[in-house]
């Protein structure tokens, strides 16, 4: 069992891939290809350009600055060619909604393919994912069936398979800037959300506190990018602690 955040913001939201003794690669610098939910073609052809990279710096005599080279090569080279053409599939969801973003990204797509270019140009992406969280009052809440202990199963069960593990008298790695806005906020405005788009059942109230179990955590970053508040900031936790995968 296993969970990740997948950095789906396209060609347009690549960061600067390249610092002063390090790299982005793959995921880190958001590299799926959206349409086709793919992205480890891109992500080991960006270990293969950084270390290409690295290595005409080292005979070059270089050391410890920015591979400026890479990032050029990542813009300009296959995972470009990859990513840029599909870069509006996101914006374009997002802006006009499933049905009508399926035809346009598709349209937009096929033009692409042909013509080389886009009609919309690049398109920038609207509200953040923690922006686009809804108030709890304007939705039902949904009852989702109970898991069958054979194909599926509760969240703690399936947190025992990821052999996630933190030395419990360990600082807590997930930091609150405001401890008082998940009950004050969260809990009357989104019925703490939380609660709910954790994997790892990380975050419950319990007699009206909000406790963070962060043993439990298998590193997927959610709760950093989809707080409706930004309250939580993921930290790496001591010791290289968390999720171990032997049977993935």
């Not at 073609?41 to 990279?53: K, V």
């Not at 809804?134 to 399936?158: C, V």
């Not at 008298?169 to 959300?193: F, M, S, T, W």
């Given at each position: 069992?296993?969970?990740?955040?997948?950095?789906?913001?396209?060609?347009?939201?690549?960061?600067?891939?390249?610092?002063?003794?390090?790299?982005?690669?793959?995921?880190s610098a958001?590299?799926?290809?959206?349409?086709?939910?793919?992205?480890?073609?891109?992500?080991?052809?960006?270990?293969?350009?950084?270390?290409?990279?690295?290595?005409?710096?080292?005979?070059?005599?270089?050391?410890?600055?920015?591979?400026?080279?890479?990032?050029?090569?990542?813009?300009?080279?296959?995972?470009?060619?990859?990513?840029?053409?599909?870069?509006?599939?996101?914006?374009?969801?997002?802006?006009?909604?499933?049905?009508?973003?399926?035809?346009?990204?598709?349209?937009?797509?096929?033009?692409?393919?042909?013509?080389?270019?886009?009609?919309?140009?690049?398109?920038?992406?609207?509200?953040?994912?923690?922006m686009a969280?809804?108030?709890?009052?304007?939705?039902?809440?949904?009852?989702?069936?109970?898991?069958?202990?054979?194909?599926?199963?509760?969240?703690?069960?399936?947190?025992?398979?990821?052999?996630?593990?933190?030395?419990?008298?360990?600082?807590?790695?997930?930091?609150?800037?405001?401890?008082?806005?998940?009950?004050?906020?969260?809990?009357?405005?989104?019925?703490?959300?939380?609660?709910?788009?954790?994997?790892?059942?990380?975050?419950?109230?319990?007699?009206?506190?909000?406790?963070?179990?962060?043993?439990?955590?298998?590193?997927?970053?959610?709760?950093?990018?989809?707080?409706?508040?930004?309250?939580?900031?993921?930290?790496?936790?001591?010791?290289?602690?968390?999720?171990?995968?032997?049977?993935?």
């Open positions: 069992y296993g969970a990740r955040v997948v950095t789906k913001g396209g060609f347009q939201s690549i960061p600067q891939s390249a610092f002063p003794g390090g790299a982005l690669l793959g995921c958001g590299l799926v290809n959206l349409p086709r939910i793919k992205g480890n073609h891109n992500a080991m052809i960006s270990g293969i350009q950084a270390a290409e990279a690295a290595v005409e710096a080292m005979k070059a005599g270089r050391n410890g600055d920015t591979l400026s080279e890479y990032d050029t090569a990542l813009r300009d080279g296959p995972v470009g060619k990859d990513l840029k053409p599909v870069r509006n599939v996101a914006p374009i969801n997002g802006r006009w909604g499933m049905v009508m973003g399926l035809m346009l990204g598709g349209f937009d797509m096929w033009f692409q393919t042909i013509f080389r270019f886009s009609l919309f140009g690049t398109m920038k992406h609207g509200k953040s994912d923690a969280t809804g108030k709890a009052a304007d939705y039902p809440e949904i009852d989702y069936p109970k898991p069958d202990g054979t194909l599926s199963f509760d969240r703690l069960t399936n947190v025992s398979f990821s052999a996630t593990n933190h030395e419990e008298n360990q600082p807590c790695h997930l930091k609150l800037a405001d401890p008082g806005i998940p009950i004050r906020v969260n809990l009357p405005e989104y019925d703490e959300p939380a609660q709910r788009y954790c994997p790892a059942g990380v975050y419950e109230i319990v007699d009206e506190k909000f406790v963070i179990n962060f043993q439990n955590c298998v590193h997927c970053k959610t709760c950093d990018i989809k707080d409706p508040s930004q309250n939580i900031t993921w930290t790496v936790p001591q010791g290289g602690d968390g999720p171990n995968y032997p049977n993935m």
